[in-house]
């Protein structure tokens, strides 16, 4: 990944009512180090994140990742974050990311420095990896335990199951176990059968005409990109629905995705070895879709 730009902000309260944050900022140099070795985001991976795609310098759907930048905070006990100072930042960064093509923008906030007066925030631009090929070709899936079971969320809100949390360690080893099972990527679901998300991705099933996602009930992220899509979708005069969904009821899908902010659409060409037809002209009109601008 090419870094582009790094900037630091001092996060300002909530309530600070300020229309220019500038102060607030500095810009670094992303090939150096910027962190205290006390910081808790690198200790204990202690904090929230969120990674916005940017097409032609534009940040996508920036307003529904800081809301969720906000939510992720409240799960985490984070100080809610001040929304007009991150808006800006998040201008100020896209400024600096590729102004043609595909980029990426990662917001983070981080518990802070140990016993250390206030959270650590920045942002980060780089270029996006090239991802023509599992847009275009699609990605072979394995279904992976999760070792919870679909009331885990609500009942111990402290697995922080819906929070974009940066300990991602997890979910990077689940990727890695799907490519040690000769597969592309991995697709969660609980010890009791239901079928959740992938490690970067939320799933989009169709069955027929309808378009299907699992049900947010706080087990999952609620992805920007798989909401972006469904309003899309309903525009175009289908129907697209949460749902519930037994692990058996995936053999009955005629087509999947995996939609994320960076990768976008990613058709699934197979489940556990079973192959699912990739509809190659639906798929790259969700691309086309998603890399319009979209605010
Ligand atoms: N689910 C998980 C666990 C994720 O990490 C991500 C994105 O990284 C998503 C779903 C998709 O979210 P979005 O579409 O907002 O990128």
């Known amino acids: 990944m090419t870094?582009?730009?790094?900037?630091?902000?001092?996060?300002?309260?909530?309530?600070?009512?300020r229309t220019d944050f500038a102060e607030t900022f500095t810009a670094v140099d992303p090939a150096f180090p910027a962190l205290s070795v006390g910081e808790l985001s690198t200790q204990r991976g202690d904090g929230i994140f969120e990674s916005i795609g940017v097409v032609d310098g534009h940040a996508q759907e920036a307003e529904a990742h800081l809301d969720r930048l906000a939510?992720?905070?409240?799960?985490?006990?984070?100080?809610?974050?001040?929304?007009?100072?991150?808006?800006?930042?998040?201008?100020?960064?896209?400024a600096h990311a590729p102004q043609r093509g595909e980029g990426v923008i990662k917001l983070i906030l981080s518990r802070g420095v140990e016993h250390g007066p206030t959270p650590t925030a920045w942002l980060t631009a780089a270029d996006a990896p090239d991802f023509t090929a599992p847009r275009e070709n699609g990605v072979r899936l394995v279904?992976?335990?999760?070792g919870l079971d679909s009331g885990a969320a609500a009942r111990a809100?402290?697995?922080?199951?819906?929070?974009?949390?940066?300990?991602?360690?997890?979910?990077?080893?689940a990727i890695r176990e799907a490519k040690r099972r000769g597969a592309d990527d991995a697709l969660f679901v609980s010890s009791d059968g239901i079928v959740l998300e992938a490690p970067t991705a939320s799933l989009i099933l169709r069955f027929g005409d309808r378009f299907v996602t699992p049900a947010h009930d706080g087990g999952i992220?609620?992805?920007?990109?798989q909401l972006s899509l469904f309003e899309h979708l309903e525009v175009l005069g289908h129907q697209a629905t949460y749902e519930t969904i037994p692990h058996a009821r995936l053999a009955a899908a005629d087509a999947a995705w995996l939609v994320s902010s960076v990768r976008l659409a990613a058709p699934v060409s197979a489940i556990d070895g079973m192959p699912l037809s990739v509809d190659r002209e639906l798929s790259a009109s969700f691309n086309r879709y998603l890399l319009s601008p979209r605010d």
Request: charged residues 15%; neutral net charge; contains cysteine.
């Open 3 to 17: 870094w582009r730009y790094a900037l630091m902000m001092v996060p300002a309260a909530a309530d600070d009512a």
């Open 71 to 94: 939510h992720s905070a409240r799960l985490c006990d984070l100080p809610a974050p001040n929304l007009a100072q991150w808006r800006e930042a998040v201008l100020q960064t896209a």
């Open 157 to 173: 809100p402290w697995l922080l199951l819906g929070a974009k949390t940066l300990s991602y360690a997890v979910n990077m080893a």
């Open 143 to 146: 279904t992976l335990d999760r």
């Open 221 to 225: 992220l609620p992805g920007t990109t």
